[in-house]
């Protein structure tokens, strides 16, 4: 201090003291690529070249000053957002308790990136069906959505490419444009891009989701959309405001939920098994034993197992969510006690004894030539006379029925003659000549 009153000058001169490790810096650099970067190792080895004077201390102290093993810490930047520009959305692998057994579930979380309101859910697996329904729950809770959802290149959402040369799939871009928003990649290695939505993560593992038990997924994510609206409530010291109170002025530059919000639904083709039961995800949901062999449409949704036969609903089911394969029967779907269904006459057997009295008959002989209950037998005939003319038909039931031809093959070979003369007559010339 007195030295530098006594200098007159404002500047104060660096103080430079030299350091013991200087004389062995070559060594130092030497030691350090054969112990592999271990300083420890680094430090026993001077010692045993009797550098007794260099602490452990002071080595480190002297390879940090020389980036020796340090990269430099770069200054940290931050993301600025107007309120309604982006939200980010990510997904991560947890542990549960559900119906008394800890179980690995994927959370799946969205962050306004300007107000910070964050929504989660939890489901077994995450394909591209429980994106969808994520997504219209968290717009429905947020009443609109960001012009942008910013993604981590998920193959769930990406059809092509990274970043910015991202290309969504056809069907998450469909989604993406009926809510008014669409879907943007940081690149790769720039998580920072996403840290809004990757920070909750650590927060929903260590806060909501220890300690806690659930009877299924239902209670789960009932408790996850309540823990959401406490969260929200609270006061965060970074923002000076809770997120509810910043999402007051946010909502305004939300884009608007479509007037109606069609409910996510996956499309499946199943054929009742002989048990009559069809078969979704391991689980097993049951159909009216009248269907067995019949090809049905299976519609599922977020909580149901909805079963049509064209466009009849046949059967509805709650959906199981669940890693343990489960069979659900109805007892409408089961004959009566004491009945058997050979007793009882066929929905073709049925419509054919209605129909004209050639057809009801042919039906008749027809079943009793046919193995079984005669059902594919009648069922080809029934598709037979939806698909041609109804004269022309006719007119071959009775030629077949004259000659005894119970061959189905033959009776359409036999209908599209009789066609081809109602349909397609051949006139005479204008000289009386006769064509070919």
Known sequence: MRKVLASGTPVVPQIERPRKADPYKDEILDQYASCKGNLVRVHEELVEKKRAGLSYQ???????????????????????????????????????????????????SQV??????????????????YCKVFLSEAAEYNQG?????????????????TGAEMVPAPEMAA?????????????????????????????IE?????????TDFDDLNRQAVAFCDKVNAKTKRHLRASPRELFASERTFLRPLPLFVPEV???????????????????????????????????????????????????????????TPTRIALPEHRPRRGERPSQKTSPEEQELQGAEETLSQYAEELKKRSAGRGTLALRRLLALRRDYPSGAFLKAVSVARQYGLFDLDRLERLTLRMVAKDFFVVGDDEDGEDND
């Open 175 to 203: 989604f993406a444009e009926r809510f008014g928003f669409s879907f943007h990649a940081h690149e790769k290695g720039d998580a920072d891009r996403s840290a809004r939505v990757e920070r909750p993560f650590h927060f």
């Open 145 to 161: 959505v960001c012009a942008v959802c910013m993604i981590d290149n998920t193959h769930v959402v990406v059809a092509s490419g």
């Open 206 to 214: 260590n806060n909501f989701l220890a300690g806690r038990r659930f």
């Open 58 to 108: 002071a080595l480190t102290a002297f390879c940090r000053k020389h980036s020796i093993g340090h990269e430099p810490q770069w200054p940290s930047g931050s993301y600025d957002f107007k309120p309604g520009q982006e939200m980010q959305h990510d997904t991560s692998p947890h542990r549960a308790s559900i119906g008394g057994r800890e179980q690995p579930v994927q959370t799946a």
């Open 265 to 323: 639904y996956r499309l499946h083709d199943r054929i009742v098994d002989v048990e009559g039961f069809i078969s979704v995800d391991s689980h097993r949901y049951s159909a009216p034993y009248t269907l067995i062999g019949r090809r049905l449409e299976v519609r599922e949704t977020k909580d149901r197992i909805d079963v049509y036969q064209g466009p009849r609903l046949v059967a509805s089911h709650r959906k199981i969510v669940s890693r």
């Open 112 to 129: 306004l990136c300007y107000s910070r309101v964050l929504f989660f859910q939890h489901y077994p697996v995450f394909n591209r069906f």
